[in-house]
């Protein structure tokens, strides 16, 4: 089973706390243990948005903004693959090709953002459906795919389950509206839908989440399933 955990800088390292990124690692090392082949995306997330924010003040452009941002989801990932030890790339992949040599190899993949103006939610999607993955997992800092921004409106509706298309509604309704935060991006949302990869987005403050959601298919969050995959879950590690 080829399985790609997208980990949100917040989540892995909101305080750079060393035990968050070390459980993350026990994390994916189990499902190694498991029979997986993982790859592993990690984001910029609050250090990101500062240096980003600093880098704007002192009058950099869109682009520069953006090579920053890769540059901090890259800091991110080696802290993952510090963590990881043995059976790891010792450096964060920086385009899908390796990505996929890493996991042809037998390697966890561990990578951060690959080109400016893409978010590392459609580098988790793209390197799914590069590698062909069975299943992506955003580990995201809210429990689901909402139908507005949960944290402002509390007539937010969480969505158990979607359909791809449906996805790509709620995340353009959900980035038309000013301010609103949406768990996956709309590029991202699109790349899901034509890779037809099945997708789970949820909580995953912590790593036993993901490993649960992975492993039997049990988790709070929001299934995303592609057209005609019907309802029997045939991927799930034994």
Request: charged fraction near 25%; charge should be negative.
């Amino acid at each position: 089973m080829k399985v790609v955990v997208s980990i949100g800088g917040s989540v892995l390292a909101p305080d750079l706390d060393s035990p968050r990124v070390a459980a993350y690692a026990d994390a994916v090392r189990t499902l190694v243990d498991d029979g997986c082949q993982v790859a592993a995306v990690v984001g910029g997330g609050g250090v990101a948005r500062e240096y980003i924010g600093a880098a704007r003040d002192l009058g950099a452009n869109e682009i520069e903004l953006d090579q920053l941002g890769i540059d901090v989801t890259r800091l991110n990932a080696r802290l993952l693959i510090a963590a990881l030890g043995d059976g790891v790339a010792n450096a964060p992949a920086t385009d899908y090709e390796e990505a996929g040599e890493v996991l042809r190899n037998g390697d966890v993949c561990v990578m951060g953002g690959v080109t400016p103006a893409q978010t590392t939610d459609a580098v988790s999607a793209a390197v799914a459906e590069y590698v062909g993955a069975d299943l992506l997992v955003y580990a995201t800092s809210v429990p689901g795919v909402y139908s507005a921004d949960p944290n402002e409106d509390d007539d937010a509706e969480q969505y158990p389950e979607l359909s791809a298309a449906d996805l790509v509604d709620v995340i353009a309704g959900l980035e038309m509206n000013a301010g609103s935060s949406a768990p996956v991006d709309l590029l991202a949302a699109k790349i899901i839908q034509r890779a037809g990869t099945r997708t789970i987005v949820l909580d995953g403050t912590d790593p036993e989440r993901v490993l649960d959601a992975v492993r039997y298919g049990e988790h709070e969050g929001t299934d995303v399933v592609p057209d005609g995959a019907g309802d029997q879950l045939t991927y799930w590690a034994e």
